[in-house]
């Protein structure tokens, strides 16, 4: 829970674009994996053990609090591994460790380093919680509890003063926004038994993302189905009742996506802030869900539900193998100069055409994912331009700062 009482709002960073995007956006904290220990060791650009001084710095200088995800499945070779990586957080200051492994577990609290119960652990009652505690400050519940599950354990935790390491009341949290797994909490073996790749590694192989047919092997009838994509969940979105989230006792909200673009982390991370300050100052509204759902349909996602938070029965299954959200980036071109006095940016364009009027994305490492209307630009020196082909070289205004680094992509409609 953030110091001023409010829910605390933890976004994904798969690499420092993302978490870039998340501190712009009003991430309360953030997490990351390292090297390949991982529930997303294969899904995204993870960062390495040398990055962690620079995400503890830029954070800190935020305020924001920095989470190290150590919450596969652990061998006995992994162990050295496994203490390095720990030694090498607790040297950098980052706040916590989610951890499922009871060696990670047990290291992290001999070197005085806070842990958090990843969901893997799979906690689904008061008393796991009382026997967690005695490790571990925050604990993620389970996927598959309901909004009445998770709101008496909650008050259980208070009735019976159930505390962490630290002293204070443990925290729950839970998943609030991203991709759901048909398995239970994550806990999956198919990408093992197809391509002895294990899912519980952090090496998921997204079987259940495909399209099947079942067929009788008896008779060879092949049943009809009403979705092909018949083991792909449609992603979880908790925007619409997030007040009942509030008022069952939660205290963390866990926005998935380390394996997803800047700009989805950037529109989830800044809608859920919005909705979670409407909340506690009385202004949230069914009008301001249909705004922020509008925006969340627009960045990657296969379709949202509320998962299991509402009591409903599976069945809410993807339409798709991929997103349901209607525009796309093209890659338009690199950075070149920036302009500080003038705040004009420089870009040489590498692919595709650009125009007065588009939408733009520019993303990079430092600068995030900044979305803007291109409502004007000089082309080759020459001013008032309406159009820039490939080879062209353009600058244009902007309110924040571009780098070398900084890519420039165009939105379109993905028809």
């Not at 993807?318 to 980036?329: L, Q």
Request: charged letters at 25%; glycine letters at 6%.
């Amino acid at each position: 829970m953030t110091a001023s009482g409010k829910m605390e709002l933890m976004s994904p960073a798969g690499d420092f674009t993302s978490m870039q995007a998340a501190l712009d956006n009003g991430a309360d904290s953030v997490y990351f994996g390292v090297e390949q220990l991982n529930m997303r060791a294969r899904a995204s650009m993870n960062f390495t053990i040398d990055d962690l001084p620079e995400i503890a710095r830029r954070c800190s200088e935020k305020g924001v609090r920095t989470y190290l995800t150590l919450n596969t499945i652990i061998y006995d070779h992994d162990l050295s591994l496994i203490k390095t990586l720990l030694d090498k957080a607790k040297a950098a200051n980052l706040t916590a460790v989610i951890a499922m492994d009871q060696a990670v577990i047990s290291y992290a609290r001999q070197i005085g380093m806070e842990v958090h119960i990843s969901t893997q652990i799979n906690v689904t009652n008061i008393e796991t919680v009382k026997f967690y505690a005695l490790f571990a400050d925050t604990i993620v519940m389970s996927r598959e509890l309901s909004i009445t599950q998770i709101k008496k354990i909650c008050d259980q935790i208070v009735k019976d003063d159930v505390r962490g390491p630290s002293g204070n009341l443990v925290e729950v949290e839970i998943f609030g926004h991203g991709a759901l797994c048909m398995a239970v909490s994550g806990k999956c073996y198919l990408s093992l038994h197809s391509h002895n790749s294990s899912a519980n590694r952090g090496a998921c192989k997204q079987n259940c993302r495909k399209k099947y047919t079942v067929i009788d092997q008896e008779t060879g009838f092949e049943i009809e189905l009403d979705n092909e994509y018949m083991m792909s969940p449609k992603d979880l979105c908790t925007i619409s009742f997030l007040d009942q989230v509030v008022e069952s006792g939660v205290k963390v909200l866990k926005i998935e996506g380390r394996g997803r673009a800047p700009e989805y982390v950037a529109t989830v991370t800044k809608s859920y802030r919005e909705a979670i300050d409407a909340i506690f100052d009385g202004t949230y509204s069914p009008e301001k869900v249909a705004d922020w759902m509008a925006r969340l349909e627009i960045v990657y996602n296969r379709g949202f539900w509320s998962g299991y938070y509402l009591g409903q029965e599976l069945g809410e299954w993807s339409e798709t193998s991929g997103s349901s959200a209607t525009p796309k980036k093209v890659y338009i071109g690199k950075g070149r100069h920036f302009y500080p006095k003038s705040n004009v940016a420089e870009f040489l364009i590498e692919a595709y055409d650009l125009a007065v009027g588009d939408r733009v994305l520019i993303q990079g490492p430092t600068t995030g994912s900044q979305e803007m209307l291109l409502e004007s630009m000089i082309v080759d020196q020459k001013p008032a331009a309406e159009k820039a082909s490939k080879t062209d070289v353009i600058t244009f205004k902007t309110d924040f700062r571009v780098r070398p680094s900084d890519k420039l992509y165009k939105i379109v409609e993905n028809n």
